[in-house]
Structures are given as structure tokens and as C-alpha cells.
């Protein structure tokens, strides 16, 4: 008796669609020769083949940015991902008017402290907390300057977001000067965007899917933006299957655009005298 042949399904996988706020972490995920492409169209992009710099730096950064980066054009990346299977939504603009355009002279301004991260970046660590520790040292009305070899485009998205003051200089070949200064604490986030994260019964589902398995953190007592460092310090550690329970005394709406960077969910629930934050791997 012959046997009857089967045929198999063929499995179609759907091209990724990106577009200039697509972050370039997903974009490597998805197909790693992107680095290739990438680092032909900008030296600034060779970074991204240490696999420790390209977890620090990829997930942060959106296209547009690292267009600025790399000092090219967004359609200049968005072409050339498209040459090896990306599919391109050129719908989406990008705003022109970013603080990172600015120039600033050094005594129009009252410098109190300055970071150099180049060595951080040379050595494969991540300096935002560093550079957060120091800046929180700042007074208000005072300005620091972060040394680096290239444009931080996504540093300057968070502290615009929280209310500094940020130019940037680039007076001199491979070096670009980034003056902070610390005005006052920017406007509150929309709680309303995180709504459905604070959902009770999503929180106890999750507390309940990871059990026993959390390192716990208590930044209740941490002046700003020392509870931000901590909790990004406990996940850099963080295995996969475990989750940090962290006890906050409000809502960290500021850490949430961070989290989502860096590929972790979260859930969280206002108690009476404090916030209980569950944060997961996605």
C-alpha cells in the first residue's frame, strides 16, 4: 500500500514594519545583520557589536535618535533596513524643534560639577546611573556637564521630561558637551496612561504567577531620583522568571517610560500609605 504525501503548510513570517520612533533594539532583535547595516553608515554605531553596550545602549534608542547619534539622516537608516526584508512607514514625522540642537557657551553658565562617561563606554558599563548620582547633586539653578563622544539623545528625552535645562556643544572633533542644568522638577505625568497597570485583580494575578520568586527593594526613604537608581540597579540583576517587588512611597511615573526601554512590564498598587510595585521581564 503506497503511502499518501502530506503536504506541509508553508510558514509565512510577516515582515517588521518600522518607522523613525521604532527603537533600535527591536530592530537587531528581529535581524542582527542590522548592526551591519547600521555601523556602514556611521562609526558611531560600532558599539553595538560589544553585546554588553549594545544591551545598555539598543533598547534606549529610537531611530530618529540614533540618526542624531550617528550624525545622518533618519531616511538614511530607514533605506537601508529596508534593503534586508524592513518594512517602512514613512507616515510617521519627527519633531524638528529638540533641545539637542542648542549651543551654549561655558560662561553663560554657573558649571558646579562634570561627568566624563567616554570610559564608562570603553569599558562596556552603562553610566546613566552615575550620572544620575551625580546630577542629583546638583543644586537648583546650577548646571553640570556630561562629556561624551556622542549626542545622548535619549538622557536628554528623560531629563526634558523632568523639567532640566539641556544644550549641547560640539565645538570639538568626537567630542560633544552636554550642559544640564536643574531647574525645577517638570509637570507630572498623565496617571491616567497607567491606568490599566494599576488594575487590582492584574496585580494579584501577577503576584500570584511569581510567588516566592522576588528580590524585594524598599526606596520609601530615598530622596529623588535615588528610588529611580535603586530599583535600575536591582534589575540589572534580575534573573528571568523572578520579579522586584518594591515598595515606594508614590506612584514612579517618571521610571515607567525607562522600564519600558528596557523590556520589563510592570503592575502596581496604591496602598494607604505607600505604593507596591511588582516589575517583570516582558
Given at each position: 500500500?503506497?503511502?499518501?504525501?502530506?503536504?506541509?503548510?508553508?510558514?509565512?513570517?510577516?515582515?517588521?514594519?518600522?518607522?523613525?520612533?521604532?527603537?533600535?533594539?527591536?530592530?537587531?532583535?528581529?535581524?542582527?545583520?542590522?548592526?551591519?547595516?547600521?555601523?556602514?553608515?556611521?562609526?558611531?554605531?560600532?558599539?553595538?557589536?560589544?553585546?554588553?553596550?549594545?544591551?545598555?545602549?539598543a533598547p534606549r534608542v529610537t531611530v530618529a535618535e540614533a540618526a542624531v547619534i550617528g550624525n545622518c539622516k533618519v531616511e538614511a537608516i530607514l533605506d537601508n533596513l529596508a534593503q534586508i526584508g524592513f518594512n517602512i512607514d514613512n507616515s510617521h514625522t519627527v519633531a524638528k524643534d529638540t533641545p539637542?540642537?542648542?549651543?551654549?557657551?561655558?560662561?553663560?553658565?554657573?558649571?558646579?560639577?562634570?561627568?566624563?562617561?567616554?570610559?564608562?563606554?570603553?569599558?562596556?558599563?552603562?553610566?546613566?546611573?552615575?550620572?544620575?548620582?551625580?546630577?542629583?547633586?546638583?543644586?537648583?539653578?546650577?548646571?553640570?556637564?556630561?562629556?561624551?563622544?556622542?549626542?545622548?539623545?535619549?538622557?536628554?528625552?528623560?531629563?526634558?521630561?523632568?523639567?532640566?535645562?539641556?544644550?549641547?556643544?560640539?565645538?570639538?572633533?568626537?567630542?560633544?558637551?552636554?550642559?544640564?542644568?536643574?531647574?525645577?522638577?517638570?509637570?507630572?505625568?498623565?496617571?491616567?496612561?497607567?491606568?490599566?497597570?494599576?488594575?487590582?485583580?492584574?496585580?494579584?494575578?501577577?503576584?500570584?504567577?511569581?510567588?516566592?520568586?522576588?528580590?524585594?527593594?524598599?526606596?520609601?526613604?530615598?530622596?529623588?531620583?535615588?528610588?529611580?537608581?535603586?530599583?535600575?540597579?536591582?534589575?540589572?540583576?534580575?534573573?528571568?522568571?523572578?520579579?522586584?517587588?518594591?515598595?515606594?512611597?508614590?506612584?514612579?511615573?517618571?521610571?515607567?517610560?525607562?522600564?519600558?526601554?528596557?523590556?520589563?512590564?510592570?503592575?502596581?498598587?496604591?496602598?494607604?500609605?505607600?505604593?507596591?510595585?511588582?516589575?517583570?521581564?516582558?
Open positions: 500500500m503506497r503511502g499518501r504525501v502530506v503536504a506541509l503548510p508553508r510558514l509565512i513570517f510577516a515582515a517588521m514594519t518600522i518607522n523613525a520612533e521604532t527603537k533600535i533594539g527591536a530592530i537587531i532583535k528581529d535581524k542582527l545583520e542590522a548592526i551591519d547595516v547600521l555601523v556602514s553608515l556611521s562609526p558611531h554605531f560600532k558599539k553595538l557589536k560589544n553585546p554588553v553596550l549594545r544591551k545598555i545602549l539637542t540642537n542648542s549651543t551654549i557657551a561655558e560662561n553663560d553658565i554657573d558649571l558646579v560639577a562634570s561627568i566624563d562617561v567616554r570610559p564608562d563606554l570603553a569599558n562596556g558599563s552603562d553610566p546613566f546611573n552615575r550620572i544620575m548620582n551625580k546630577l542629583s547633586e546638583v543644586p537648583e539653578g546650577k548646571t553640570m556637564l556630561l562629556i561624551n563622544s556622542f549626542e545622548p539623545t535619549p538622557l536628554i528625552r528623560i531629563l526634558t521630561g523632568k523639567g532640566y535645562s539641556v544644550s549641547v556643544s560640539k565645538n570639538q572633533p568626537g567630542i560633544v558637551f552636554t550642559y544640564i542644568t536643574k531647574i525645577k522638577e517638570g509637570p507630572v505625568p498623565d496617571g491616567n496612561l497607567d491606568s490599566q497597570f494599576s488594575d487590582p485583580n492584574l496585580f494579584d494575578s501577577i503576584l500570584k504567577h511569581y510567588h516566592l520568586k522576588f528580590t524585594e527593594i524598599d526606596v520609601r526613604q530615598l530622596e529623588m531620583p535615588k528610588p529611580m537608581i535603586a530599583i535600575l540597579d536591582e534589575l540589572d540583576h534580575l534573573e528571568k522568571g523572578e520579579a522586584l517587588y518594591v515598595r515606594h512611597k508614590k506612584v514612579p511615573l517618571f521610571l515607567f517610560p525607562e522600564l519600558k526601554d528596557r523590556g520589563f512590564s510592570y503592575v502596581y498598587k496604591q496602598a494607604e500609605s505607600e505604593v507596591i510595585l511588582i516589575i517583570y521581564h516582558s
